[in-house]
């Protein structure tokens, strides 16, 4: 098997490789497996033909990928932490009382979605309840993809805010875009508050 220029450059490097990534990520054994990545990305593609350093030219790759993974993993941890405002947590057990409350929270959501925008429902519909990505949204309605985002960030921040005052962490105060009167209503027709 013939190695290209950058396969050669790989394997002469390999140790010096591991080392920048493992300080561009702050872990050996990450740093290994996009190392690992790179090496299996270089045996998949075929070199350009003006390439006049392979080293500088593989260690541009390796940061790319050290580049793309911290953003991902960035991502990721955000998504995490709003989520973090969603989900029940299974703490202890589930009584009749916890059951009657998840009830009642999930009849209140239900209102604060209800009362979004038609799109923007429909849009946090195709995403949350058929799985669809943000392209595919966008392409059915119509619109642009930052549209869908955008709307799928009003939908959660919503509903964020609404459970954040529905457990009594913060008052009411129309923070999810519903005016005082509304979320006061809303409020008052679940026995809450």
């Given at each position: 098997m013939r190695h290209s220029v950058l396969l050669e450059a790989y394997l002469e490097h390999e140790l010096d490789l591991l080392r920048f990534l493992g300080k561009r990520l702050g872990s050996a054994g990450l740093a290994a497996d996009l190392a690992h990545d790179l090496y299996?990305?270089?045996c998949r593609i075929e070199p350009p033909a003006t390439v006049r350093d392979g080293r500088a030219y593989l260690f541009t790759m390796a940061a790319n990928l050290a580049t793309d993974h911290l953003r991902v993993e960035k991502r990721r941890g955000e998504i995490r932490v709003a989520a973090?405002?969603?989900v029940w947590r299974q703490t202890d057990e589930l009584t009749p009382e916890r059951h009657a409350m998840a009830r009642a929270e999930l009849a209140y959501l239900e209102t604060v979605i209800a009362a979004l925008p038609a799109r923007c429902r429909e849009v946090f519909y195709l995403n949350r309840y058929e799985?669809?990505?943000q392209a595919e949204i966008a392409?059915?309605?119509g619109i642009g993809v930052t549209t869908v985002y955008k709307d799928l960030k009003t939908a959660m921040a919503a509903l964020v805010a609404a459970?954040?005052?529905?457990?009594?962490h913060l008052p009411d105060s129309g923070?999810?875009?519903q005016s005082q009167e509304n979320a006061g209503?809303?409020?008052d027709?679940?026995?809450i508050g």
């Open positions: 299996l990305k270089l973090d405002g969603t799985g669809r990505s392409d059915s309605l459970r954040r005052r529905f457990r009594g923070q999810d875009g209503n809303a409020t027709e679940h026995g």
